[in-house]
């Protein structure tokens, strides 16, 4: 296996190729690879930056895939592209997955990137939000269709939701440095990192410490894909774990290819770096140290169906399939 520990520009500069010769393996030529496409669930950024490094030195390729990272957005949702088989992975979340599967959608989880939803209560150092009792008396600044995330919250920590009050905003930290609102709902990795990039201390209450679990960043595929595509998906989430682990190692690194593959996204060197660091913590812990990548336990499976359920979507243990990454990881 390539060594993770080669310095930034050698991450950024080298092909396959080049990564071979300089941790002394012979290069082969790539056998004749298999196009397939892994559906990204929002726009390009630093988010996936793992996938990013493991096309960019040729992993897949090496394992005989030709992989296309198609972008997602509001308008490009991940669920249909992988039912109809344009996709062969998607890149989604238990509660949007749950839901699908309600409509009879035949998903199944095969891996958790992120091992801590990344939902937060962001607030200013003075006016704390450092715990769900917290909130009580608070103006909270959100998109009402996170009502059930923020109730979810509440029921899971006792604390009551008519004491409350829910201000509709649109996703931007200004109501909340304009003193419109006293916290906002929010992912712990953009509007927080948005306010430090303008020199403004947050408070970031992040809500899977406080009992919400649901797996965020995880990877879908079909019930049909798993049975007789099963080659393609061990191929493509080994070069997902050795992309991810990488990124870990160096995540400057990773947000400078971010803002070089993607010149046009607008994206912005500081805001990616600072995005990719604290995307670390959300991503990794002691399971996956101990386990590998993307892993989960039935533990973590049975909180994430009691959070479920609180957002009105009933699933089993049956949704998540562990056997892709157990064969991954088992080298």
Not at 110 to 127: R, T, Y
Request: charged share 15%; hydrophobic share 45%; with cysteine.
């Amino acid at each position: 296996m390539i060594p993770t520990t080669l310095t930034r520009r050698r991450l950024l500069a080298t092909g396959a190729a080049g990564l071979a010769a300089a941790s002394g393996l012979a290069w082969r030529p790539a056998r004749a690879a298999t196009p397939v496409s892994l559906q990204l669930s929002w726009l390009h950024s630093v988010q996936f930056a793992g996938s990013y490094i493991a096309r960019e030195n040729g992993w897949w390729q090496e394992d005989g895939l030709d992989v296309t990272l198609l972008q997602g957005g509001p308008n490009a949702p991940v669920e249909p592209p992988v039912v109809s088989g344009t996709a062969l992975v998607g890149i989604s979340a238990a509660d949007y997955t749950a839901a699908a599967v309600a409509e009879g959608a035949p998903f199944r989880i095969i891996g958790v990137a992120m091992q801590k939803n990344p939902f937060a209560i962001a607030s200013l150092p003075d006016n704390p939000v450092n715990t769900p009792a917290d909130l009580k008396g608070k103006r909270i600044g959100m998109a009402l269709a996170n009502t059930p995330v923020l109730k979810a919250l509440c029921t899971l920590n006792d604390t009551d939701m008519d004491a409350i009050e829910i201000v509709p905003t649109q996703y931007s930290a200004q109501p909340l440095m304009a003193g419109e609102v006293d916290c906002l709902l929010c992912w712990a990795t953009d509007l927080p990192v948005a306010m430090a990039i303008q020199g403004i201390d947050s408070v970031t209450m992040l809500m899977a410490d406080h009992g919400y679990a649901v797996h965020s960043q995880t990877y879908i595929v079909t019930d049909d894909s798993l049975a007789n595509r099963r080659a393609e998906i061990v191929a493509l989430m080994a070069g997902e774990s050795r992309g991810w682990e990488t990124y870990r190692d160096d995540t400057d690194a990773a947000a400078e290819l971010t803002v070089e593959l993607f010149p046009d996204a607008g994206l912005d060197l500081p805001t990616q770096m600072l995005q990719a660091r604290r995307q670390v913590p959300l991503m990794f812990s002691e399971l996956t140290e101990a386990h590998g990548f993307g892993w989960w336990t039935p533990e973590t499976v049975a909180a994430n169906i009691e959070t479920l359920a609180l957002l009105g979507r009933q699933v089993t243990p049956a949704l998540w399939d562990r056997s892709i990454l157990e064969e991954v990881h088992a080298g």
